[in-house]
T-cell receptor, first 115, second 116 residues
Protein backbone atom coordinates (compact mmCIF):
# COMPACT_ATOMS: atom_id res chain seq x y z
CA UNK A 1 0.00 0.00 0.00
CA UNK A 2 1.10 3.55 -0.70
CA UNK A 3 2.15 5.51 2.33
CA UNK A 4 3.97 8.55 3.63
CA UNK A 5 6.64 8.09 6.26
CA UNK A 6 8.63 10.48 8.41
CA UNK A 7 11.88 9.99 10.25
CA UNK A 8 12.92 10.28 12.93
CA UNK A 9 9.69 10.12 14.94
CA UNK A 10 11.32 11.84 17.89
CA UNK A 11 14.36 14.09 17.94
CA UNK A 12 16.07 16.08 20.67
CA UNK A 13 18.68 18.59 19.63
CA UNK A 14 20.50 21.63 20.94
CA UNK A 15 20.11 25.27 20.03
CA UNK A 16 22.20 26.21 17.02
CA UNK A 17 22.51 22.74 15.51
CA UNK A 18 21.37 21.91 12.00
CA UNK A 19 18.59 19.34 11.88
CA UNK A 20 17.03 17.56 8.93
CA UNK A 21 13.66 15.84 9.08
CA UNK A 22 12.92 13.28 6.39
CA UNK A 23 9.65 12.77 4.52
CA UNK A 24 9.14 9.98 1.98
CA UNK A 25 5.95 9.17 0.09
CA UNK A 26 5.14 6.29 -2.23
CA UNK A 27 1.87 7.78 -3.58
CA UNK A 28 3.76 9.28 -6.54
CA UNK A 29 2.17 12.61 -5.67
CA UNK A 30 3.52 15.81 -7.17
CA UNK A 31 2.51 18.04 -4.24
CA UNK A 32 4.25 17.84 -0.88
CA UNK A 33 3.86 20.00 2.21
CA UNK A 34 5.47 20.58 5.58
CA UNK A 35 3.44 21.82 8.56
CA UNK A 36 4.16 22.46 12.18
CA UNK A 37 1.55 21.84 14.87
CA UNK A 38 1.51 23.92 18.01
CA UNK A 39 -1.12 24.14 20.73
CA UNK A 40 -3.70 26.78 19.90
CA UNK A 41 -2.44 27.29 16.35
CA UNK A 42 -3.60 24.20 14.55
CA UNK A 43 -1.31 23.34 11.65
CA UNK A 44 0.69 26.06 9.92
CA UNK A 45 2.34 25.67 6.54
CA UNK A 46 6.13 25.91 6.48
CA UNK A 47 7.13 25.03 2.90
CA UNK A 48 5.58 23.25 -0.02
CA UNK A 49 6.49 21.85 -3.41
CA UNK A 50 4.49 21.22 -6.58
CA UNK A 51 7.12 19.01 -8.18
CA UNK A 52 10.79 18.21 -8.60
CA UNK A 53 13.01 21.29 -8.27
CA UNK A 54 10.02 23.40 -7.15
CA UNK A 55 9.85 24.80 -3.62
CA UNK A 56 7.79 27.60 -2.08
CA UNK A 57 7.61 29.40 1.23
CA UNK A 58 4.59 29.00 3.44
CA UNK A 59 3.21 31.00 6.32
CA UNK A 60 6.03 30.27 8.80
CA UNK A 61 9.12 29.60 6.67
CA UNK A 62 11.77 31.61 8.54
CA UNK A 63 14.57 29.35 9.77
CA UNK A 64 13.54 26.42 7.56
CA UNK A 65 14.50 25.22 4.10
CA UNK A 66 13.51 22.38 1.77
CA UNK A 67 14.78 20.88 -1.44
CA UNK A 68 13.04 18.55 -3.91
CA UNK A 69 15.40 16.40 -5.95
CA UNK A 70 12.92 13.60 -6.68
CA UNK A 71 9.19 12.95 -6.49
CA UNK A 72 9.27 10.83 -3.33
CA UNK A 73 11.20 12.98 -0.87
CA UNK A 74 10.96 16.45 0.65
CA UNK A 75 13.43 16.83 3.53
CA UNK A 76 12.97 19.76 5.89
CA UNK A 77 16.13 21.42 7.28
CA UNK A 78 16.37 23.67 10.28
CA UNK A 79 19.51 25.65 9.56
CA UNK A 80 20.21 26.65 13.16
CA UNK A 81 17.67 25.19 15.55
CA UNK A 82 15.97 27.54 18.01
CA UNK A 83 13.82 26.75 21.04
CA UNK A 84 10.88 28.35 19.24
CA UNK A 85 11.09 25.52 16.71
CA UNK A 86 10.17 22.92 19.30
CA UNK A 87 7.04 21.48 17.77
CA UNK A 88 5.45 18.51 16.06
CA UNK A 89 6.16 18.47 12.33
CA UNK A 90 3.89 16.85 9.76
CA UNK A 91 4.58 16.10 6.15
CA UNK A 92 1.72 15.68 3.68
CA UNK A 93 1.28 14.94 0.01
CA UNK A 94 -1.47 15.27 -2.57
CA UNK A 95 -2.03 14.57 -6.22
CA UNK A 96 -1.98 17.54 -8.55
CA UNK A 97 -4.74 16.15 -10.75
CA UNK A 98 -7.75 17.82 -9.14
CA UNK A 99 -6.14 20.95 -7.75
CA UNK A 100 -7.70 22.30 -4.63
CA UNK A 101 -10.08 19.44 -4.07
CA UNK A 102 -7.25 16.97 -3.61
CA UNK A 103 -7.03 15.20 -0.30
CA UNK A 104 -3.76 15.68 1.51
CA UNK A 105 -2.35 12.50 3.06
CA UNK A 106 -0.37 13.01 6.24
CA UNK A 107 2.61 11.27 7.73
CA UNK A 108 2.72 10.22 11.40
CA UNK A 109 4.69 13.29 12.49
CA UNK A 110 8.07 14.06 14.04
CA UNK A 111 8.24 15.46 17.55
CA UNK A 112 11.23 17.82 17.73
CA UNK A 113 12.57 19.26 20.96
CA UNK A 114 15.22 21.99 20.86
CA UNK A 115 17.03 22.47 24.17
CA UNK B 1 -6.82 35.46 1.98
CA UNK B 2 -8.62 32.55 3.56
CA UNK B 3 -9.10 31.64 7.18
CA UNK B 4 -10.94 29.17 9.38
CA UNK B 5 -12.35 29.59 12.87
CA UNK B 6 -13.36 26.64 14.98
CA UNK B 7 -15.64 27.63 17.82
CA UNK B 8 -14.69 25.84 21.00
CA UNK B 9 -11.26 24.35 21.57
CA UNK B 10 -12.80 21.59 23.71
CA UNK B 11 -16.16 19.86 23.36
CA UNK B 12 -17.37 17.20 25.78
CA UNK B 13 -20.32 14.89 25.13
CA UNK B 14 -21.76 11.73 26.61
CA UNK B 15 -21.66 8.48 24.69
CA UNK B 16 -24.75 8.31 22.48
CA UNK B 17 -25.25 12.08 22.41
CA UNK B 18 -25.15 14.34 19.39
CA UNK B 19 -21.74 15.62 18.33
CA UNK B 20 -21.59 19.15 16.89
CA UNK B 21 -18.25 20.75 16.05
CA UNK B 22 -18.43 24.25 14.61
CA UNK B 23 -16.40 25.67 11.76
CA UNK B 24 -16.70 29.04 10.05
CA UNK B 25 -14.57 30.07 7.12
CA UNK B 26 -13.54 33.17 5.29
CA UNK B 27 -12.59 33.01 1.66
CA UNK B 28 -12.56 35.47 -1.22
CA UNK B 29 -13.24 32.68 -3.69
CA UNK B 30 -15.58 29.68 -3.58
CA UNK B 31 -13.98 27.42 -1.01
CA UNK B 32 -13.29 23.76 -0.79
CA UNK B 33 -13.67 22.60 2.81
CA UNK B 34 -12.29 19.65 4.70
CA UNK B 35 -12.59 18.01 8.10
CA UNK B 36 -9.65 15.99 9.37
CA UNK B 37 -9.38 13.90 12.54
CA UNK B 38 -6.23 13.31 14.56
CA UNK B 39 -6.03 10.47 17.05
CA UNK B 40 -3.35 10.68 19.75
CA UNK B 41 0.20 10.41 18.45
CA UNK B 42 -0.96 10.00 14.86
CA UNK B 43 -1.13 12.05 11.73
CA UNK B 44 -4.28 13.60 10.31
CA UNK B 45 -6.87 11.53 8.52
CA UNK B 46 -9.53 12.88 6.17
CA UNK B 47 -13.10 12.59 7.49
CA UNK B 48 -14.90 14.31 4.63
CA UNK B 49 -14.63 17.13 2.11
CA UNK B 50 -16.88 19.57 0.31
CA UNK B 51 -16.00 20.20 -3.32
CA UNK B 52 -19.02 22.20 -4.57
CA UNK B 53 -21.23 19.22 -5.36
CA UNK B 54 -23.83 18.31 -2.71
CA UNK B 55 -23.94 20.70 0.23
CA UNK B 56 -24.51 17.85 2.70
CA UNK B 57 -21.40 15.73 2.77
CA UNK B 58 -21.17 12.32 4.36
CA UNK B 59 -17.86 11.03 5.63
CA UNK B 60 -16.37 8.09 7.43
CA UNK B 61 -17.38 6.81 10.86
CA UNK B 62 -20.90 8.26 10.61
CA UNK B 63 -19.86 11.91 10.43
CA UNK B 64 -21.41 14.45 8.10
CA UNK B 65 -21.14 18.18 7.47
CA UNK B 66 -23.30 20.74 5.75
CA UNK B 67 -21.95 23.62 3.69
CA UNK B 68 -23.98 26.79 4.28
CA UNK B 69 -22.76 29.62 2.10
CA UNK B 70 -25.06 32.22 3.68
CA UNK B 71 -23.61 31.45 7.11
CA UNK B 72 -20.05 30.74 5.86
CA UNK B 73 -20.19 27.60 7.95
CA UNK B 74 -19.24 23.94 7.60
CA UNK B 75 -20.21 22.35 10.91
CA UNK B 76 -19.43 18.69 11.60
CA UNK B 77 -22.08 16.45 13.18
CA UNK B 78 -22.62 12.88 14.24
CA UNK B 79 -25.97 11.72 15.64
CA UNK B 80 -24.60 9.43 18.32
CA UNK B 81 -21.12 9.72 19.82
CA UNK B 82 -18.98 6.68 20.42
CA UNK B 83 -16.02 6.41 22.76
CA UNK B 84 -13.77 5.84 19.77
CA UNK B 85 -14.66 9.32 18.44
CA UNK B 86 -12.49 10.95 21.09
CA UNK B 87 -9.83 12.81 19.13
CA UNK B 88 -8.89 16.26 17.85
CA UNK B 89 -10.76 17.55 14.83
CA UNK B 90 -9.53 20.12 12.35
CA UNK B 91 -11.49 22.12 9.81
CA UNK B 92 -9.53 23.35 6.79
CA UNK B 93 -10.17 25.45 3.69
CA UNK B 94 -8.53 25.38 0.28
CA UNK B 95 -8.84 28.18 -2.24
CA UNK B 96 -9.85 27.82 -5.86
CA UNK B 97 -6.52 28.61 -7.46
CA UNK B 98 -3.87 31.25 -7.81
CA UNK B 99 -1.57 31.53 -4.84
CA UNK B 100 -3.88 29.30 -2.77
CA UNK B 101 -3.64 26.35 -5.15
CA UNK B 102 -3.52 23.05 -3.31
CA UNK B 103 -2.76 24.65 0.04
CA UNK B 104 -4.81 24.11 3.16
CA UNK B 105 -5.46 26.67 5.88
CA UNK B 106 -6.39 24.96 9.14
CA UNK B 107 -8.47 26.01 12.10
CA UNK B 108 -7.08 25.78 15.60
CA UNK B 109 -8.62 22.38 16.26
CA UNK B 110 -11.33 21.09 18.61
CA UNK B 111 -10.63 18.33 21.09
CA UNK B 112 -13.64 16.04 21.45
CA UNK B 113 -14.02 14.14 24.72
CA UNK B 114 -16.63 11.39 25.01
CA UNK B 115 -17.82 10.37 28.48
CA UNK B 116 -19.29 6.92 29.23
Amino acid sequence: DAEITQSPRHKITETGRQVTLACHQTWNHNNMFWYRQDLGHGLRLIHYSYGVQDTNKGEVSDGYSVSRSNTEDLPLTLESAASSQTSVYFCASSDSGAGNTDTQYFGPGTRLTVL
Amino acid sequence: AQSVTQLGSHVSVSEGALVLLRCNYSSSVPPYLFWYVQYPNQGLQLLLKYTSAATLVKGINGFEAEFKKSETSFHLTKPSAHMSDAAEYFCAVSGAGGTSYGKLTFGQGTILTVHP
